[in-house]
Nanobody
């Protein structure tokens, strides 16, 4: 499955952004779709994931309660609503897909990746 992430931009501390991940070539059925991020000088890390079939989700502790991952069956997209953004949320955000019936948080299990979208949170 080919992925495209979009929706990044510049926002002030405390603001909100909504990222979306669109699939082409097939639907997200039977996939776990995750969001990862890589800040300057740091390794890429897990942010959130949703299983397309049953809708179960999981979040990194650093974003729990502020970010929400959701699916849109009609548009075949997965979104990441980011609220109460902090400067430490600044990063390139990637969506990725892994064939799975459950929740996947390990990067190595994701075999399809989008190109990344930059989120910058100013202080």
């Amino acid at each position: 499955v080919q992925l495209q992430a979009f929706g990044g931009g510049l926002v002030q501390t405390g603001g909100s952004l909504r990222l979306s991940c669109a699939a082409s070539g097939r639907t997200f059925s039977s996939y776990a779709v995750g969001w990862f991020r890589q800040a300057p000088g740091k390794e890429r890390e897990f942010v959130a994931v949703i299983n397309w079939n049953h809708g179960r989700t999981s979040y990194a502790r650093s974003v729990y309660g502020r970010f929400t991952v959701s699916r849109d069956n009609a548009k075949n997209t997965v979104s990441l609503q980011m609220n109460k953004l902090k400067p430490e949320d600044t990063a390139v955000y990637y969506c990725a897909a892994a064939q799975s019936s459950g929740i996947v948080t390990i990067q190595a299990y994701f075999d399809s990746w989008g190109q990344g979208t930059l989120v910058t949170v100013s202080s």
